[in-house]
């Protein structure tokens, strides 16, 4: 089983709509939770951190459950630049110890 | 204010020959790391650095590959003889702290052929 793990995707939604999804963690230990955005041929960039009580940031809603030990992103009223590959990253207690999953590929059409 | 500065962007070499990835960490960072990123393995981390000293390059593929930071403000990561399947954009991130943010370069494109 991977570290972390995403749905590939991708998820081609129209605009407007609302998108939502997961990725999973196997370290019951993991510290800390973000979300990355990498757009086509360019660099991640921080999208927001993951807290325990859940975060909102505009459109952006990040999610945290350990129970079930998943972390989730939800963006509402989507936007053609949206679109984008969206990163969970999961801290399992050191920087050597930060797993970045595939990423979840995101189309927004007209 | 600069971001974390690579260089070069792109680059195409011939399979044995020596490749020298460069990095200038964002000023004040700490903690530089550098990546590879493939489509078919996804982000790997190759070498975390702390206050310029080697802290884990348990990702580092092979002795082909090794890394130095001889100051605060630079960093290389060396391949040497490349081979093909070296072939992926290769990042550089810094942080300030080892468990906070991290900011990307825009990364070096390295084919190998």
């Known amino acids: 089983r991977k570290e972390v793990e995403q749905d590939p995707g991708p998820f081609n939604v129209p605009e407007g709509a609302t998108v939502a999804f997961n990725c999973t963690y196997s370290n019951s230990a993991s510290q800390s939770f973000f979300w990355y955005r990498q757009d086509c041929r360019k660099e991640p960039k921080l999208l927001m951190s993951v807290y325990s009580s859940g975060n909102e940031d505009g459109r952006f809603t990040a999610q945290l459950n350990r129970a079930s030990q998943y972390i989730s992103l939800l963006i509402r009223d989507s936007k053609l630049s949206d679109s984008a590959t969206y990163l969970c990253v999961v801290n399992e207690g050191s920087a050597s110890k930060i797993i970045f999953g595939s990423g979840t590929r995101l189309s927004i059409r007209p | 204010d600069a971001g974390v500065i690579q260089s070069p962007r792109h680059e195409v070499t011939e399979m044995g020959q020596e490749v020298t990835l460069r990095c200038k960490p964002i000023?004040?960072?700490?903690?530089l790391f550098w990546y590879r990123q493939t489509m078919m393995r996804g982000l790997e981390l190759l070498i975390y650095?702390?206050?310029?000293?080697?802290?884990?390059d348990s990702g580092m593929p092979e002795d082909r590959f090794s890394a130095k930071m001889p100051n605060a403000s630079f960093s290389t990561l060396k391949i040497q003889p490349s081979e093909p399947r070296d072939s992926a954009v290769y990042f550089c991130?810094?942080?300030?702290?080892?468990?906070?943010?991290?900011?990307f370069g825009p990364g070096t494109r390295l084919l190998v052929l």
């Open positions: 000023s004040g960072h700490n903690s």
């Open positions: 650095f702390n206050n310029n000293v080697p802290i884990d």
């Open positions: 991130a810094s942080s300030w702290d080892n468990q906070e943010t991290q900011y």
